[in-house]
């Protein structure tokens, strides 16, 4: 099996709704691949079907046999009631080496706040700290939901740029749900734009020409990512480069 | 010496304190207060039960706790109902009916000494139920220790990462319901939550991580039922009220102190 997880023809139906209709979802070796859609469209619960959450309604999900997830869940609501430092969190459940650790948050350029309780991060750090956590088990395949949604515009690129890094550098697989469109033309070779069904996919430039996405999205969302296309050439090439 | 039944008495309020304490936390991190008010009122329910079937008490008790859980647990599944209205609903009518049965069955029951509890009578078969229901509590917190913290930080993380999250969830309940069971004799249902309460939220200002949490919050509440028990004792006055009145004194002297601790620290940090 060439794919680290193969899903066929995935329905769900909650209290009477077709929530997911008719999903096929193949993730390759060192894919990218971002769903958009609409608030309410599902995607949540495509990736937690795929997770193994729950249980489709029919459908097939075929995994590798070594297929290791790390998930990087929306937001983690940290209050003062719970008196907890980052290196505690990050080893619950988790017997790393102190060497490891420090090697993986220094990836993730949170090697400074390991003693930081973690309810005074900011956003943008609990995101990396939440990402860190995902990676300490080295896993084959990342998934992320909406993992920027609560940061401000410098942290959503300061973010979605240690993603891409930690994608280029450790070959692994990524699915990503976000809404921050102009960041998943930068990086996602594979677009899936879900309204309950697959509305369409494939990679980004072709995406904004769709029928589908445009009726979906808007004429100006489509003219939106075109523009963001184009950086996302550039950024590609200087890639190469170096 | 001590007299045996101030003995029976000591060893029951700290049985009872050590796992009040540790499971206390849980109750402050995922805001269980009025939860555990809720369980603490369907007691009633066990125990009228337990005497009208001839069973153990302790027993009955702990049973219907869990039932009481696990049947809200359900109906807040359904998503009719919001948890707080649905608590108010279930455990005023578990004490109500409770209530109830006891005229209609022709019971006596101490009504006071449930409410408020009455650690001074306590038996020596009463003290086996509480280290044994103690003991069996502190090993499945043990053993789940980090699962159960894992997921009261993130659900979604913890069933990502493998941790069974309604089974864990399951056993929450569980540890809740056998220590509001062996808990009411002490301090009574109308005070069993702050046992649960004030000993964590005390510790919280003192603590580092979630486990020195759980062993202080236990630590305090000992020294609240010693403090407690002695005043009792020297003061005749009622042993519950008197344990938690030493409880919200000890969290009253730890909040200043705790706030100069922080200060002081913080200070040094920053040189």
Redesign the interface.
Known sequence: MNSLLQATQLNVVRQGKQILQNIDITIGINDFITIIGPNGAGKSMLL?CL?G?YKPDSGKIKRQKNLK?G?V?QR???DN?????VE??LK??NAVSLTTLQQITQETKIDNLLTKP?ASLSGGEMQRV?LT?ALLNNPNLL?L?EPAQNLDISGQIYFYKLLDRIYQERKLSILMVSHDLHMVMASSQQVICLFHHICCSGEPQIITQDPEFISLFGNDMAHMMALYQHSHNHQHRRSENA | MLEPFLMRALLAGIGVAIITGAIGCFV??RRMAYFSDSLAHSTLLGVVLGLALGMNTNLTTMVISFMFAILLLILQQKKLLTTDTLLGILAHAALSIGIVLISLLNQTLDLHAYLFGDILTVTTTELWWIYLGGISVILLLIFNW??L??M???E??A???G?PVLLTHLLLLLIMSIVVAVSIRIVGILLITSMLIIPAASA?QL????E??ALIASLLGVLAVILGIYGSFQMDIPSGPSIVVAAVLLFVLLLPLSVLYKKITSYYFQK
């Open positions: 937690k997770m959450f997830i998930y869940p983690l609501v940290s009631t719970i008196p907890i430092n505690r969190f619950i459940r973690l939440l956590r998934i939901d | 402050v991190w980090s699962s913290v894992l009261t930080l993130n979604d993380l069933r990502a990462e941790v919280r603590a580092g991580s979630p020195a949490m």
